[in-house]
């Protein structure tokens, strides 16, 4: 990398990549939820992240970038922690739902910081409509974010608290 194009490009390929991997682990992490609004939480950011995907695979396709050949290792990382957790803990405790949660906003920490660099180095670039992309997916983890962290406080860890462990 020499330019703040290729640093972009390498982190447009790293997201790629980064929301491949979730769109194949959060099935899986899914299955062992036992609150219906957490596992609907899920669901929605399921949806979600095919979007983000998809949208990743547009720019590229304006940039003229092949999206795909780099592997996010910090990505790789996250769900293999989120999957340990998983094996870990009981499956029909309270604290599965709260762990979970835990998880995956550690996913979503890590995506808002690279959609956050990522719409910076577009707004540098000029690319004013891409960086416009990118906020909405920033927007959409941020959001995201918050529906975990209310779903934890409100209700979640104040079952776990008193839950079956």
């Given at each position: 990398?020499?330019?703040?194009?290729?640093?972009?490009?390498?982190?447009?390929?790293?997201?790629?990549?980064?929301?491949?991997?979730?769109?194949?682990?959060?099935?899986?992490?899914?299955?062992?939820?036992?609150?219906?609004?957490?596992?609907?939480?899920?669901?929605?950011?399921?949806?979600?992240?095919?979007?983000?995907?998809?949208?990743?695979?547009?720019?590229?396709?304006?940039?003229?970038?092949?999206?795909?050949?780099?592997?996010c290792q910090?990505?790789?990382?996250?769900?293999?922690?989120?999957?340990?957790?998983?094996?870990?803990?009981?499956?029909?405790?309270?604290?599965?739902d709260v762990?979970?949660?835990?998880?995956?906003?550690?996913?979503?920490?890590?995506?808002?910081?690279?959609?956050?660099?990522?719409?910076r180095f577009?707004?540098?670039?000029?690319?004013?409509?891409?960086?416009?992309?990118?906020?909405?997916?920033?927007?959409?983890?941020?959001?995201?974010?918050?529906?975990?962290?209310?779903?934890?406080?409100?209700?979640?860890?104040?079952?776990?608290?008193?839950?079956?462990?």
């Amino acid at each position: 990398m020499k330019t703040l194009n290729d640093l972009f490009e390498h982190q447009l390929k790293d997201l790629y990549s980064a929301e491949i991997q979730l769109l194949e682990a959060l099935p899986h992490i899914m299955e062992h939820t036992s609150d219906e609004q957490l596992r609907q939480a899920f669901e929605n950011h399921l949806k979600e992240t095919k979007e983000q995907k998809n949208r990743i695979e547009t720019i590229c396709n304006e940039l003229n970038i092949a999206p795909n050949g780099e592997t996010c290792q910090a990505m790789k990382g996250l769900i293999s922690e989120a999957r340990n957790f998983i094996n870990e803990a009981e499956e029909d405790n309270e604290l599965m739902d709260v762990g979970l949660i835990a998880e995956i906003q550690r996913v979503q920490h890590y995506e808002i910081s690279g959609y956050g660099a990522a719409v910076r180095f577009a707004k540098e670039l000029g690319y004013r409509n891409i960086a416009k992309t990118l906020q909405e997916t920033l927007n959409e983890e941020y959001d995201a974010d918050s529906t975990l962290e209310k779903l934890a406080e409100t209700r979640l860890n104040k079952k776990a608290i008193g839950g079956n462990s």
